[in-house]
């Protein structure tokens, strides 16, 4: 192709098919490059594959719940997990499918192959050198696994190849607990296969408050057992592998591995591009326009190994889709951090972490879920949640939680964070009775006594019962 495109995207991604409808508004002189399987990581091995193995185990996990609601007879249920996979395979195949429609339509536009660059405005793919006028990086990312790991072949899992499984083995070992870990290792055991996790740091989750780690911990293992603080080492033997940790040995059929993505970057030429790379290969990418150094080339999503998460990197595919056709570049502000994990009780952590706050000017509230109406009422009464407030003007600043509908409080505390609102901004607005968010209103409300007090005519002032029936 002797033309000079406008862009080039390397990646069909989340983050590249973002930058693509960005693109493709303004311009039909670009090419989306894409090395391995189309239909977005999220699709096909990640988000949504793994929410319907966790939707299974959660439904048969309800029938420890039966007996006390009244429900006889949940001794008789059965799971048949090859018949899981089945139908997370179908829904994962029919969700791949409604992404491949974007690229499809493409033609000649889509181009299968690994992507190499030569310079900022040049790369090679297939033998054939391509130059653009700007050139958009959304590779993706992979997951790690040891060297030493791959020994154990079949008995190896990632969650490439979890889902492609036909049947899963009655003893497995999650090595990591980040939020892929804690998922994918409640859900197996849900599924009535005996796990056993593994991880090298005290925390999980990527929480940082110590109290919220130690209950989201506690809370786990109810379920299964968590060896904490030591490197989990591999054993391939005669009947399986043998995992060793610290004074701990533990012998599983096969072992999935949890231990986080690595940027696909590997043979890319970032080195061609004439900036410094960091240690990990990584050159330097303004966040908020997603802009290499000064090049015309910018760097979208899990590629970039800054957030990686989806919401995050559909943003990052936005800008630089923007920036990429824009006579000059756009400034974005981004949006308030927010990170969850679906795990049960779901953990969350918004805005500001617990570990990045100065503790001199920030209050904390909190609230224990285990006595809280609504909770009690769904037996889901169990978790904490953390709020961190400035201490000088009661602004909200963050939360840590490991909490029952944790997942829908932390878009409520992503909002007001994001809106600036203090305490008593939030504690004026309307909390219906029952629900899980009176606990958020009793944490705000511990907040509430550590701040001057308000006019009694204001509200937000409206203190609690003080009666677990009422609060």
Request: with cysteine.
């Amino acid at each position: 192709m002797s033309e000079t495109l406008d862009v080039i995207i390397v990646g069909a991604g989340s983050a590249g098919l973002s930058a693509l409808r960005q693109v493709r508004k303004r311009t039909q002189r670009f090419v989306i490059i894409n090395d391995g399987h189309w239909g977005t990581v999220c699709a096909r091995v990640g988000c949504m594959p793994s929410k319907l193995l966790i939707e299974a185990a959660n439904a048969f996990h309800r029938r420890s719940t039966f007996e006390e609601f009244g429900i006889h007879g949940a001794d008789r249920l059965t799971l048949n997990i090859p018949d899981v996979l089945r139908r997370v395979r179908r829904l994962r195949d029919d969700f791949v499918a409604s992404t491949l429609k974007t690229t499809e339509e493409l033609g000649e536009r889509a181009i299968s192959g690994h992507a190499r660059l030569l310079a900022p405005d040049r790369l090679t793919v297939n033998g054939q050198e391509l130059r653009a006028r700007n050139i958009i990086i959304a590779t993706g990312a992979h997951p790690v696994v040891p060297s030493s790991w791959q020994k154990l072949e079949e008995r190896l899992l990632t969650t490439d190849t979890l889902f492609e499984q036909e049947t899963l083995p009655s003893r497995m070992a999650v090595v990591g607990m980040g939020s892929i870990g804690i998922e994918m290792a409640q859900a197996l055991s849900r599924l009535g296969i005996n796990v056993v996790a593994f991880n090298s740091n005290q925390a999980v989750a990527g929480l940082t408050d110590p109290q919220v780690n130690s209950i989201a911990i506690e809370q786990l293992e109810h379920e299964f057992p968590i060896h904490i603080g030591n490197e989990a080492d591999l054993e391939i033997l005669h009947d399986g592998v043998q995992v060793y940790a610290g004074s701990t040995k533990v012998m599983v059929d096969c072992v999935l591995a949890a231990l986080g993505r690595r940027p696909n970057i590997e043979n890319l030429g970032l080195e061609t591009l004439g900036v410094s790379l960091d240690k990990h290969g990584m050159p330097p990418v303004n966040p908020n326009t997603m802009q290499i150094a000064d090049l015309p080339i910018f760097m979208a999503g899990d590629a970039n190994d800054q957030t990686p998460l989806l919401h995050e990197a559909a943003d990052e595919g936005y800008i630089s889709g923007i920036n990429a056709t824009h006579a000059s570049l756009v400034c974005f502000k981004r949006r308030t951090s927010l990170a969850i994990v679906f795990s049960d009780p779901d953990i969350s952590v918004v805005g500001c972490r617990f570990q990045d706050l100065d503790s001199e000017k920030t209050l904390t509230g909190e609230v224990h879920f285990d006595r809280q109406g609504r909770a009690r009422a769904g037996q889901r009464n169990k978790g904490i949640m953390r709020l961190y407030a400035d201490a000088e003007n009661g602004r909200l600043l963050g939360a840590e939680m490991c909490a029952p509908a944790g997942e829908h409080m932390a878009h409520l505390l992503a909002l007001a964070i994001d809106r600036s609102l203090t305490v008593q901004d939030i504690l004026r607005l309307p909390f219906y009775h029952p629900v899980l968010e009176e606990g958020f209103r009793t944490a705000l409300r511990d907040l509430a006594a550590q701040l001057p007090t308000g006019n009694e005519s204001d509200l937000a002032t409206c203190g609690a019962f003080d009666i677990e029936a009422l609060d």
